[in-house]
């Protein structure tokens, strides 16, 4: 089953025993990344520098981004362009529980919430079909651990991962030292055309920029 780039991050940040979100604020930067970036490959949105900047408004015929494109020009408020940092900063939140709800949607996790201390809310996502995330971690083994050939999608999913220093949520058996230089390598790589890399190394540089921030907060 195909899936977005951002579904792909939330589906690797899933506590296989929980069904809670792991590292959510920096996957959070990943997962409104991963929903520009495809944005970008479909000629919708592009992302120049600091700025970003609407393409197009026809729909994509993926819900998850179709439905970012008028959130993007409402926020852009009548102006060419605004920064991508800032976007990605309004987004970040919104974008994973809206990547969650296409997944339920889709029957790959279940929703449920339960009470914690018998007294607070928390919403659980348990897997419900584990092939997908199955699949999706031995594509990413087979191109980081044993040097097999990415396609483009997975190279960029790499490239968001790298970017916001989730590595260990597509590897938790490896320690990150071990990964992140395959895994940049793999983002610095020609895996796509020449305007879709400049997007993605100008969302990198932004999402460094914020994850930074929050870390030092």
């Not at 120049?48 to 900047?53: A, D, F, H, S, V």
């Not at 919104?94 to 997944?103: C, D, I, P, R, T």
Request: hydrophobic fraction near 50%.
């Amino acid at each position: 089953m195909a899936i977005t780039l951002a579904e792909e991050v939330v589906l690797l940040s899933l506590d296989e025993e929980s069904g809670v979100a792991r590292q959510r604020m920096a996957a959070g930067w990943a997962v409104a990344g991963g929903i520009l970036l495809e944005l970008v490959m479909a000629e919708r949105v592009s992302v120049t520098g600091r700025y970003l900047e609407v393409r197009g408004t026809a729909p994509t015929g993926e819900r998850l981004l179709d439905g970012r494109i008028p959130l993007i020009e409402a926020w852009l408020r009548g102006r060419s362009k605004r920064r991508v940092t800032d976007w990605l900063a309004k987004d970040q939140a919104k974008a994973v529980g809206a990547a969650l709800e296409s997944l339920c949607e889709r029957g790959i996790v279940g929703a449920e919430v339960r009470k914690v201390l018998g007294v607070f809310p928390q919403r659980r996502y348990p897997e419900a079909d584990g092939s997908v995330e199955r699949e999706l971690r031995e594509r990413l083994r087979a191109v980081v651990l044993e040097g097999a050939e990415p396609d483009g999608r997975t190279a960029g999913l790499i490239a968001l991962l790298h970017s916001a220093k989730l590595h260990r949520l597509a590897f938790p058996d490896r320690p990150a030292r071990l990964v992140a230089p395959r895994m940049g390598e793999i983002a610095a790589g020609q895996w796509a055309g020449e305007g879709v890399r400049a997007a993605i190394r100008d969302m990198q540089a932004a999402m460094a920029a914020i994850t930074a921030v929050t870390a030092a907060a």
